[in-house]
C-alpha cells in the first residue's frame, strides 16, 4: 500500500460545528503532516508528528487540534472555524530522517479534504 | 533558513515542445530538493528529488531537473511537453531544523499546454 487515504473528501460545516478529517497510512512511515492549501497558493506547514508527537506546531489557531493516535492514523478536530479556514487540507507522511536530512526521500501526499465554512 | 523561488508564475507551451520550469533556492548546507505537481482540485504528486546522490535527477512522466550549486538552481525539464502535463508544479526545498522535517514550497508555476 503506497497511497495517504484522506476522508472524507469534501466537508461543509457551520461555524458552531465540530467536526474531524482523519488520514491514515500503512506504509510504516513514523512522520505525519498536515497542510493546510488556499486557492491558487502553495501549501503551509500546519503540524508535524513524529512517532505519534507533535514536533512541529507552526502557530496554528486552537480550533484546530492535531491527534496521531499511532502510528497510521493522524486526526484533525476542528471546531468553531472561520469562514477564511475554508481551503484544501492536505495530510502527507515520511520516514523519519536523520538530522542530516540522510533517509528523507519526500513525503506522499493525501489527495486532500476541501473544506467549506458557512 | 532555506527558501525556494519559482521565477514565473505562468509557463505556456505548445504540445510537442520543450518545458522548462525555474527554480533557485536559497540554503545555506546542502539542500534535498523536491519538485511536486498537482493537477486541478488533486492532492501533490512527487515528480523527482534531489538528495546528494546525483546532480541530474530524473523522475516520472520523462521530467528531469539538474542541480547546479554554483547557480543555486534546480531547474526542471521536460523534451516534449503533452496535454496531461498541464498542472501547477512546485519547487520545494527540505529543512530538518526545529525538531522535525518540514517542506517549504516554492510559490508554484502554472503549466499550460495547448495544441
Known amino acids: 500500500d503506497t497511497e495517504v487515504t484522506q476522508t472524507p473528501k469534501h466537508l461543509v460545516m457551520g461555524m458552531t460545528n465540530k467536526k474531524s478529517l482523519k488520514c491514515e497510512q500503512h506504509?510504516?512511515?513514523?512522520?505525519m503532516y498536515w497542510y493546510k492549501q488556499k486557492a491558487k497558493k502553495p501549501p503551509e506547514l500546519m503540524f508535524v508528528?513524529?512517532?505519534?508527537?507533535?514536533?512541529i506546531n507552526e502557530s496554528v489557531p486552537s480550533r484546530f487540534s492535531p491527534e496521531c493516535p499511532n502510528s497510521s492514523l493522524l486526526n484533525l478536530h476542528l471546531h468553531a472555524l472561520q469562514p477564511e479556514d475554508s481551503a484544501l487540507y492536505l495530510c502527507?507522511?515520511?520516514?523519519?530522517?536523520?538530522?542530516?536530512?540522510?533517509?528523507?526521500?519526500?513525503?506522499?501526499f493525501g489527495s486532500g479534504t476541501r473544506l467549506t465554512v458557512v | 533558513a532555506q527558501s525556494v523561488t519559482q521565477l514565473d508564475s505562468h509557463v505556456s507551451v505548445s504540445e510537442g515542445t520543450p518545458v522548462l520550469l525555474r527554480c533557485n533556492y536559497s540554503s545555506s548546507y546542502s539542500p534535498s530538493l523536491f519538485w511536486y505537481v498537482q493537477h486541478p482540485n488533486k492532492g501533490l504528486q512527487l515528480l523527482l528529488k534531489y538528495t546528494s546522490a546525483a546532480t541530474l535527477v530524473k523522475g516520472i512522466n520523462g521530467f528531469e531537473a539538474e542541480f547546479k550549486k554554483s547557480e543555486t538552481s534546480f531547474h526542471l525539464t521536460k523534451p516534449s511537453a503533452h496535454m496531461s502535463d498541464a498542472a501547477e508544479y512546485f519547487c520545494?526545498?527540505?529543512?530538518?531544523?526545529?525538531?522535525?522535517?518540514?517542506?517549504?514550497f516554492g510559490t508554484g508555476t502554472q503549466l499550460k499546454v495547448e495544441l
Open positions: 508528528y513524529s512517532y505519534e508527537k507533535l514536533s
Open positions: 506504509m510504516g512511515h513514523r512522520a
Open positions: 502527507a507522511s515520511s520516514q523519519v530522517p536523520s538530522l542530516d536530512g540522510q533517509g528523507f526521500y519526500g513525503y506522499t
Open positions: 520545494v526545498v527540505s529543512d530538518f531544523t526545529g525538531g522535525g522535517n518540514k517542506l517549504t
